[in-house]
């Protein structure tokens, strides 16, 4: 249970700063709705997942491959980014609120995905934490680390759960003048991640 703990504090951790996926999450709860809204969370929350069991189980194999293409991991999420950041700034709130549809909400979750999983920060973050709590070292005890990754899912689902649930909260208040401007600052929020991917 200890080590379950630790990895949803570690998951509810890395999930919480707010990047572009926050972004992103934030901006379709208020267009779409609670559930793509989360639905975009739990696509970064499996890639955490991914990268967490990485992490935990001590597969360096893949860490190696990854690590090594983080250059072409960083130029195809960073130009995922620029894309999303356009997509959203020209978006009209009238389109975000329709009801979604299946591949809609398929396509919220697996973006989020992709953009996470093509970050190199995310297996760093994985890997320091885990490196420095010493929490590599299972032995060969794949039943702890397996409650850790569920941990690590879990801690990385209720941020994304609580984010999405509160936007929601003020949803009702945002006039589609309003969501104009939501979409157009998020676009360039997005944008720029983008940039910043590309460029540092």
């Known amino acids: 249970m200890d080590l379950f703990l ?43 997942m991914f990268y967490g069991a990485v992490a935990a189980f001590g597969l360096t194999a893949i860490q190696n491959v990854l690590l090594g293409q983080s250059g072409w991991l960083r130029i195809v999420g960073g130009m995922f980014l620029l894309y999303l950041g356009v997509k959203t700034f020209f978006s009209k709130p009238s389109e975000g609120s329709l009801k979604s549809s299946r591949g809609g909400l398929f396509g919220a979750y697996l973006s989020t995905f992709l953009l996470t999983i093509t970050n190199p920060l995310t297996i760093l973050s994985f890997l320091a934490i885990f490196a420095g709590l010493q929490l590599a070292e299972t032995n060969g005890d794949y039943a702890s680390a397996t409650l850790m990754v569920l941990g690590v899912f879990l801690g990385s689902a209720a941020w994304w ?39 540092l």
């Open 6 to 48: 630790r990895g949803l504090i570690i998951g509810f951790s890395i999930a919480a700063p707010v990047g572009p996926i926050g972004v992103l999450c934030i901006r379709r709860t208020l267009a779409e709705g609670r559930l793509t809204g989360f639905l975009s969370g739990m696509g970064a929350a499996s890639a955490d």
């Open 161 to 199: 759960l609580a984010l999405s649930m509160g936007v929601s909260l003020l949803r009702e208040k945002f006039t589609p003048a309003l969501l104009t401007w939501v979409n157009r600052l998020a676009g360039v929020i997005i944008f720029g991640f983008g940039l910043a991917a590309l460029i």
